[in-house]
């Protein structure tokens, strides 16, 4: 047996999900067996001393398990043992204000691994603004399992801070890359992924429509602006089959608003502004943790704002 230090195996474990929260479907059997082996041990002491150390790794995990299907193994073995912890932990006493579980996870999972390296070792400096017993305290380690179950079944603990589903954060990075120039291990054809943008507008749902246009419309800007024209053409044709379907399906009569406020000009901020509307959670998501340069809710879901935008990007995929 090799002599290492409970800190040093608990930074590998933390690098091991923090490279699966990264790299989502890079290595699917790796995670398999790391959200199990951490499921196991969370449902076997789920008020234990190190109850917040595997409930944080299932948070970090939450990227990796939107790619599962609901009846795989790993998702039901995270959410039994999240379950247990909320059971477990979630009436303890405590006198603190607020707890980190509160914040705007989207922000937050990009800083949890350094988090979980600094609690699991007293000897590195604690660099997080919100205090260490924060973090360990029961109702935040109880927070934490309950946002892990609000991911893997919408409902089943709706009073954790809204965040965007991670099937929508996946498609979200997926095409973020793109538009930045570079493209995620798991883009393999550029055209391929954007072609989703058409196809998911093309089945948007009523309440999925203003969202699903944004997102198609950040698409046919950056294919007006990047793409190869020849090799552009079936996808700039799906994109304004997809427009014309959801002209039709708008309402644009005279609505309340004075004026609207424009998409963001930046294509991926656009993007993101129609990845959040377009689902309940992640509409919710985006009203209680606003962008400066994210127009409100109310009016970049108007139907005659959507309507123009539609119609806009259809004259400009045709005009090309
Ligand atoms: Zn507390
Ligand atoms: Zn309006």
């Known amino acids: ?65 939107a790619t599962r299907k609901p009846e795989d193994g790993d998702v039901g073995a995270a ?30 999972l990009g800083n949890m691994a350094d988090v979980l390296r600094e609690l699991a070792d007293n000897g590195r400096r604690w660099t997080d603004l919100r205090p260490r017993d924060a973090w360990l305290c029961p109702r935040n380690v109880a927070g934490h399992a309950r946002v892990v179950m609000e991911s893997l079944r919408p409902g089943s603990a709706d009073d954790v801070p809204p965040f965007l589903p991670f099937e929508d954060r996946y498609e979200l990075e997926g095409l973020t890359a793109i538009m930045e120039g570079y493209p995620l291990a ?52 799906e994109l304004a089959g997809a427009f014309e ?5 708008l309402d644009d009569g005279p609505c309340p608003h004075g004026a609207h406020p424009d998409l963001p000009i930046d294509t991926t901020e656009a993007l993101w502004v129609g990845m959040h509307l377009a689902s309940a959670r992640g509409r919710a998501a985006y009203e209680k943790w606003p962008e400066p340069w994210a127009p409100p809710l109310d009016t970049a879901l108007c139907p005659a704002f959507v309507a123009v935008t539609a119609r806009d990007s259809l004259t400009r995929l045709r005009n090309d």
């Open 79 to 108: 959410f039994d043992a999240a379950q247990a912890v909320d059971r477990a932990l979630r009436d303890a006493h405590c006198t603190h204000q607020g707890h980190p579980f509160q914040s705007d996870l989207e922000g937050e």
């Open 186 to 237: 798991r883009t393999f054809d550029v055209a391929w992924d954007l072609s989703f943008a058409a196809s998911a507008l093309q089945e948007a749902a009523d309440d999925e429509l203003a969202g699903r246009v944004f997102v198609a419309t950040s698409v046919a800007w950056y294919v007006e602006a990047e793409a190869d024209d020849a090799d552009a053409q079936e996808l700039v044709d």
């Open 1 to 65: 047996m090799t002599d290492r230090s409970s800190a040093e195996r608990a930074d590998e474990l933390v690098d091991a999900w923090d490279e699966m929260r990264e790299y989502v479907d890079h290595e699917p059997q790796t995670y398999e067996r790391l959200v199990v082996g951490c499921a196991r041990k969370l449902a076997a002491d789920p008020s234990g001393p190190l109850a917040y150390s595997w409930t944080l790794g299932l948070v970090l995990a939450l990227p990796y398990l």
């Open 245 to 249: 379907r959801a002209i039709g399906l």
